[in-house]
């Protein structure tokens, strides 16, 4: 009898917003061994390169959008997933977790979580860089469940995973290309040789400048298509093209390679502008 007045109680303490007691977490941490560090080749942004951030692991992960996301039902008590990225100097932590949420008093009713920790080091090759993610430590935290004292769900998230997740990111890019051509004539080279995108907006000149600037287009590069911005502006006998591109990398094993995605599109650029 007892036992159920207690489940009565937190029954109600959930409906009308009362703190209920949650029992204790569970917590595991374990070292992670021989799982090879995933290596990413960046090109740095212009704000690195310019020299007004200093070169350092977190400015250079700071460049990269990390493949985050957040999944979750509707209603009363809503069941979400999420996956986020941190960077704290040179180390780096992700983690996945499924939980059960109160949307009335925004209490974790129920949650289960792998969290992976390691270090980044940083190198140069020419004007790139590469950084090397190395996980060390696997932390497993489970929250039961007020009512049973169980926990409710399962997570998956082995070391591949994170490896899978960061083949998934992006970088945004900015380079310029200049043209023998006009700024009129380098546009209706992207209008006839890439895809335009729908919403991309109308073109318009500035009368200061003479920029024409054209909505969003994509370019095929092998057997990708890459979204970029693309603006023209006269310059001495011809023009300039300003791209700003977001790039997806090239997986080879445990690597990840953007340089040598962002070199073939700078090729099919200068193509576009020169013929």
């Known amino acids: 009898m007892l036992s159920r007045f207690f489940i009565v109680f937190a029954i109600l303490s959930v409906l009308f917003g009362c703190a209920v007691s949650l029992p204790p977490l569970i917590s595991k941490t374990e070292s992670v061994a021989s799982v090879a560090p995933v290596a990413i080749l960046l090109i740095p942004s212009p ?63 129920n949650k289960v979580s792998i969290d992976y920790d390691g270090a980044i080091s940083m190198a140069r090759f020419g004007a790139n860089y590469q950084l090397a993610f190395d996980i060390e430590n696997k932390v497993y935290t489970a929250q039961p469940d007020a009512l049973s004292g169980k926990v409710k769900y399962a997570i998956g998230f082995p070391p591949s995973e994170v490896l899978e997740n960061l083949a998934n990111a992006k970088i945004a890019w900015k380079f310029h290309v200049d043209s023998e051509f006009n700024s009129d004539s380098t546009f209706a080279n992207f209008s006839r040789m890439a895809r335009r995108e729908v919403f991309g907006g109308s073109a318009s000149r500035n009368s200061v400048s003479g920029k024409l600037s054209e909505g969003d287009f994509w370019v095929r590069v092998e057997n990708t298509e890459i979204p970029v911005r693309v603006e023209t502006y006269p310059y001495r006998n011809g023009s300039k093209v300003v791209v700003y591109a977001v ?29």
């Open 47 to 109: 704000e690195i390169t310019d020299g007004d951030v200093p070169v350092s692991p977190e400015a250079l992960a700071s460049t990269i959008r990390f493949n985050n996301y957040r999944i979750g039902g509707e209603g009363s008590y809503a069941t979400i997933e999420s996956l986020k990225w941190r960077i704290n100097g040179a180390r780096f932590g992700v983690e996945k977790y499924r939980a059960l949420l109160s949307r009335g008093t925004g209490s974790v009713m």
């Open 247 to 275: 790039l997806g990398g090239a997986v080879v094993g445990n690597t990840i390679d953007f340089v040598s995605v962002a070199e073939a599109l700078r090729k099919e650029i200068e193509r576009i502008v020169n013929s």
